[in-house]
């Protein structure tokens, strides 16, 4: 037995949280991209029941043009724990018809994601889903609740959500609402490296310096990958030292230049950095207000 | 790490964002990136100058407006400290977002324009920190470029807080005053040569300065159950632990506790932290107890010192902000959720409405949205509760109107 409990404070509202969860909905669900924000998401809820396991599933919305290592990487995370896992393609609303893919220099798919996020969501009757989002990523998400009520369109309506005293959490819905959850709403990119290091949490190899064939365009590094990621004829490929510092679809996700090969110098770097995290995102460059957009409509 | 959590309050213009904005640009906690969009939105507007309320003004009908209407929170670190800064909006209409930053924060930044000097929302704004029982304020007096700098300015705003504070309930606050120019920069993070008749900390060499201690403060144990932990395992066949975060004080094996509402009687067996056990828990932490006795506990209900119990009644007196459109009104019924413990509520009375600019209190018949008033509760199941100021995590509860389900309003055990 151990003498003193230490405090990690964000760990322990995380954990609050997550626990909050469990008791005030039916049926709640962990979205999981395979990011480090959610393998972090995972972990925590780990601790939240232990010993017991994990009260929900994992749902992951595939958008079928991730890195292959992601989805290795989860399939191995969920057998190793036992949890069980959900996955929704939004391929199948493509063929469908349903939904209409992009085409061009800057077709993605990541947009797409909120349809078949919805429909997953009406088709299990989830009432409550747990997502990685954290409020210093970016500024419309700087005005999220931790639980964040959405209509039964999936819509958030910035301008009246509830107000959210001390830590109490007021999970009652309408039914055909659900709310979004953001336990690591008060973490920065540099907690979570450092809670991942300090744990020792296993995380996808795209996420340390790795050699990868890539082409620039807008001063951005992008992944080559023909059957992905569009590419005009005079944007040529090379192979670089990249690491990701976010992993998303691979068509909205450039990589960094970077020698971070270790857990460690991965911490290192994104203390020195002077870029932000969502800097690499090519799917905010489209607009200033183009993540508050994509909120109304229901996108995490 | 360590972190700080500051609620920074300010009427219309008084130029919150672009202080925030300051503080992270001589932090150098504004990435190239966004720098970039700072410089690319001044230009397009036609200023000379570099526009930092945009990095904090996240909606766009807050930017089309060129005001802050919601809770932002930004993030920032020194080399001493992590930092969120909860900023809330300054018009009277938002009152209820003020409440919902500052009771997160241990601190809290009040901006007051020297040009303006005190005026009725500065007092709003000092009454709701002093309500809410901050320990530490700054009164940030900004835009001294355009007073001259005049000492006699700052000295007349100074002396009209101080005269607030004497006036107010709670006497324990820290009142600290410093004269800066966001846009500027005086005073923010570097010192001002334009200020020689201040020998004050600038504003940041305050903060760093502020004791971190948790927003609930040292008070009594208190252990709310958020569940029961039963594994469906072969190896913890017969587990049965207790969820919960601890508020006021540590908790160790060994303690005799008490199970409200029940009143059985237990001692602790283990504290549960993942898979490590631990003798002693220090409050805050989310941990798992198990008691040595077989006892009945479900969600909601709460373990505490034996020689600690708080008050348990069915009736209460509270000082409640008022957050919704419709108006509380006598004999109402609303959910009443206590942490994690949820019961109905009827109002018995309300006894009047608080004057936030410390004039004193008048009677009334209800509450209106943004109002702060006085009034007393019947539940429909006896609660476990101290008084705010004895313990701050057990002396607040929420109302949640029963048809809308949202949080209508803050209550303040008296």
């Known amino acids: 037995m151990k003498t003193i409990l230490e405090n990690n404070e964000l760990e322990n509202e995380a954990i609050y949280i997550i626990r909050e969860v469990a008791a005030q909905f039916e049926k709640p669900v962990l979205l999981f991209s395979g990011g480090k924000d959610s393998i972090t998401l995972v972990r925590l809820a780990q601790k939240a029941f232990y010993p017991a396991t994990i009260p929900f599933p994992l749902l992951h919305v595939d958008t079928g043009h991730n890195f292959p290592e992601t989805i290795e990487f989860r399939d191995r995370l969920v057998e190793e724990l036992g949890l069980e896992l959900i996955v929704r393609n939004v391929q199948d609303n493509i063929d469908s018809g349903k939904v209409k893919e992009e085409s061009g220099k800057y077709a993605s798919r990541n947009m797409l994601q909120t349809e078949t996020l919805l429909d997953a969501i009406e088709e299990f009757g989830f009432d409550a889903c747990i997502g990685g989002a954290r409020r210093d990523e970016e500024k419309a998400r700087a005005k999220e609740r931790i639980f964040s009520v959405r209509d039964d369109f999936g819509q958030w309506d910035e301008k009246n959500q509830r107000p959210e005293v001390f830590d109490t959490l007021n999970g009652k819905i309408d039914l055909g609402q659900n709310v979004r959850v953001f336990p690591i709403s008060n973490w920065t990119e540099l907690d979570v490296w450092s809670y991942i290091e300090k744990e020792g949490i296993e995380i996808p190899s795209i996420y340390f310096a790795h050699k990868r064939p890539v082409f620039e365009r807008d001063g951005l590094i992008w992944s080559a990958h023909d059957e992905y990621v569009y590419r005009e004829e005079d944007e040529i490929v090379l192979e670089k030292i990249v690491r990701f510092r976010t992993v998303g679809d691979m068509s909205c996700t450039a990589a960094v230049e970077s020698n971070a090969f270790t857990i460690r110098d991965v911490v290192q770097e994104i203390r020195n950095s002077r870029i932000s995290e969502r800097g690499a995102r090519i799917d905010d460059k489209r607009s200033e207000a183009a993540m508050e957009k994509r909120k109304q409509q229901g996108y995490f | 790490?360590?972190?700080?959590?500051?609620?920074?309050?300010?009427?219309?213009?008084?130029?919150?964002?672009?202080?925030?904005?300051?503080?992270?640009?001589?932090?150098?906690?504004?990435?190239?990136?966004?720098?970039?969009?700072?410089?690319?939105?001044?230009?397009?507007?036609?200023?000379?100058?570099?526009?930092?309320?945009?990095?904090?003004?996240?909606?766009?009908?807050?930017?089309?407006?060129?005001?802050?209407?919601?809770?932002?929170?930004?993030?920032?670190?020194?080399?001493?400290?992590?930092?969120?800064?909860?900023?809330?909006?300054?018009?009277?209409?938002?009152?209820?977002?003020?409440?919902?930053?500052?009771?997160?924060?241990?601190?809290?930044?009040?901006?007051?324009?020297?040009?303006?000097?005190?005026?009725?929302?500065?007092?709003?704004?000092?009454?709701?920190?002093?309500?809410?029982?901050?320990?530490?304020?700054?009164?940030?007096?900004?835009?001294?470029?355009?007073?001259?700098?005049?000492?006699?300015?700052?000295?007349?705003?100074?002396?009209?807080?101080?005269?607030?504070?004497?006036?107010?309930?709670?006497?324990?606050?820290?009142?600290?005053?410093?004269?800066?120019?966001?846009?500027?920069?005086?005073?923010?993070?570097?010192?001002?040569?334009?200020?020689?008749?201040?020998?004050?900390?600038?504003?940041?060499?305050?903060?760093?300065?502020?004791?971190?201690?948790?927003?609930?403060?040292?008070?009594?144990?208190?252990?709310?159950?958020?569940?029961?932990?039963?594994?469906?395992?072969?190896?913890?066949?017969?587990?049965?632990?207790?969820?919960?975060?601890?508020?006021?004080?540590?908790?160790?094996?060994?303690?005799?506790?008490?199970?409200?509402?029940?009143?059985?009687?237990?001692?602790?067996?283990?504290?549960?932290?993942?898979?490590?056990?631990?003798?002693?828990?220090?409050?805050?932490?989310?941990?798992?107890?198990?008691?040595?006795?077989?006892?009945?506990?479900?969600?909601?209900?709460?373990?505490?010192k034996s020689n600690e119990i708080p008050n348990v009644n069915k009736q209460l007196e509270a000082t409640i902000c008022w957050m919704d459109n419709k108006p509380l009104k006598a004999l109402s019924k609303y959910h009443l959720q206590h942490g994690v413990n949820n019961v109905v509520t009827k109002i018995d009375a309300i006894e009047s409405v608080i004057a936030t600019d410390f004039s004193g209190e008048t009677e009334t018949e209800e509450l209106k949205l943004n109002d702060i008033g006085k009034v007393k509760l019947k539940v429909n199941k006896p609660l476990f509760f101290d008084s705010y100021e004895k313990n701050k995590a057990n002396g607040n509860f929420i109302l949640i109107d029963s048809q809308t389900n949202t949080t209508a309003g803050v209550g303040f055990i008296r």
Do not use: C
């Open chain 2, 1 to 304: 790490m360590e972190v700080l959590k500051i609620a920074t309050a300010g009427s219309v213009d008084d130029g919150k964002s672009t202080l925030i904005g300051r503080i992270l640009y001589d932090t150098k906690s504004l990435t190239d990136d966004k720098l970039e969009a700072i410089e690319r939105s001044s230009r397009s507007k036609g200023y000379d100058y570099l526009d930092f309320s945009l990095a904090t003004d996240g909606l766009v009908a807050e930017r089309e407006q060129g005001i802050t209407i919601d809770v932002a929170h930004i993030y920032f670190s020194t080399e001493n400290r992590s930092y969120i800064i909860a900023d809330t909006p300054g018009h009277v209409e938002y009152t209820r977002n003020m409440v919902t930053g500052a009771s997160t924060s241990q601190a809290a930044i009040i901006l007051v324009d020297a040009r303006n000097g005190v005026i009725e929302q500065t007092k709003r704004h000092f009454f709701i920190n002093n309500l809410l029982r901050i320990k530490d304020i700054i009164v940030a007096v900004n835009k001294m470029d355009l007073v001259d700098f005049d000492e006699s300015k700052f000295n007349t705003i100074k002396s009209e807080i101080e005269q607030l504070a004497e006036a107010a309930s709670y006497k324990g606050q820290n009142i600290t005053f410093i004269p800066v120019s966001a846009l500027k920069g005086d005073n923010v993070v570097e010192k001002s040569e334009n200020t020689p008749w201040y020998s004050g900390e600038t504003l940041l060499e305050h903060l760093e300065a502020i004791e971190n201690k948790d927003v609930f403060e040292k008070a009594q144990a208190r252990f709310p159950i958020q569940s029961v932990i039963r594994p469906k395992k072969d190896e913890f066949h017969d587990f049965r632990g207790y969820a919960g975060k601890i508020y006021g004080s540590v908790l160790s094996v060994g303690d005799e506790v008490t199970i409200l509402p029940s009143e059985t009687t237990s001692k602790i067996k283990e504290i549960y932290f993942f898979d490590e056990k631990y003798e002693t828990a220090k409050r805050g932490s989310s941990v798992t107890i198990t008691l040595e006795d077989d006892v009945n506990v479900s969600r909601g209900d709460m373990i505490v």
